[in-house]
């Protein structure tokens, strides 16, 4: 069985400060991808960043960027020069080889002037 | 251009009724699901087609019957609706099903029973 877990329910952040979002995990699949969605209060699910375990380079997207962990099971986000628009609320999640998603219980950021 | 679209956003509705959900996608993908996110905003799989073939189904009641009439459509019908069936629910698709294929989300469904 997958497991993701979110430790954080709630993140504060300055704006242009940085936070940094942890997310743990538990799989036996040796080929897997981990992913962080964020969902605004839109409730519309965007996906932020994708990273695959076989690589060793940490995914970035611009002021996205993960700490990837693999002999941890870490999979961390941080997000950098935060803004409000960042504001949302933040699913880790796992695929498994079936494609089957397991997502964390998520972590809310509030981005404060 | 709408890639996951899902009808009707909001449904409200009282116990015992049956009603359906709607989903499509544009994006030429070959794999949908559905999810419940409950009211602690926690996401749940609960079904997977892959070209129209079941091939996740979760613990989910069998008041719940997913149906996928071509791999575009994935459509889940609830019948004897419950206070507890009360959620949003979202649709999602990908590639092949593989690890590698993201899945892209449709706006949600908000269902309430009352």
């Known amino acids: 069985a997958q497991t993701v877990t979110q430790s954080q329910p709630e993140m504060s952040v300055q704006e242009a400060e940085t936070v940094t979002l942890s997310c743990t995990y538990d799989t036996s699949e040796s080929d897997y991808y981990l992913f962080w969605y964020k969902q605004p209060p839109s409730r519309q699910m965007i996906l932020v960043i994708r990273?695959?375990?076989?690589?060793?380079q940490n995914a970035t997207e611009n002021r996205f960027s993960v700490n990837f962990q693999k002999a941890a099971k870490s999979f961390s986000l941080k997000i950098s020069d935060s803004q409000l628009g960042d504001a949302a609320m933040y699913f880790c999640?796992?695929?498994?080889?079936?494609?089957?998603?397991?997502f964390g219980a998520g972590t809310q950021v509030v981005v404060t002037p | 251009d709408t890639a996951v679209s899902q009808t009707p956003k909001y449904l409200v509705t009282q116990m015992g009724n049956d009603k359906s959900i709607k989903c499509e996608q544009n994006?030429?993908?070959?794999?949908m699901y559905w999810y419940k996110q409950d009211s602690k905003k926690f996401l749940k799989i609960m079904f997977s087609?892959?070209?129209?073939?079941?091939?996740i189904n979760e613990t989910v009641p069998n008041r719940f019957s997913p149906k996928s009439p071509d791999k575009a459509h994935l459509n889940l019908h609830i019948n004897s609706l419950e206070l507890g069936d009360s959620a949003v629910y979202f649709c999602?698709?990908?590639?092949?099903?593989?690890?590698?294929?993201?899945?892209?989300f449709g706006p949600g469904t908000r269902l309430t029973v009352t």
């Open positions: 994006l030429g993908h070959d794999t």
């Open positions: 990273q695959e375990a076989y690589k060793q």
């Open positions: 087609y892959n070209n129209k073939e079941l091939i």
């Open positions: 999602a698709s990908s590639l092949h099903g593989l690890p590698r294929g993201e899945q892209y």
């Open positions: 999640a796992l695929t498994d080889s079936w494609g089957k998603f397991q």
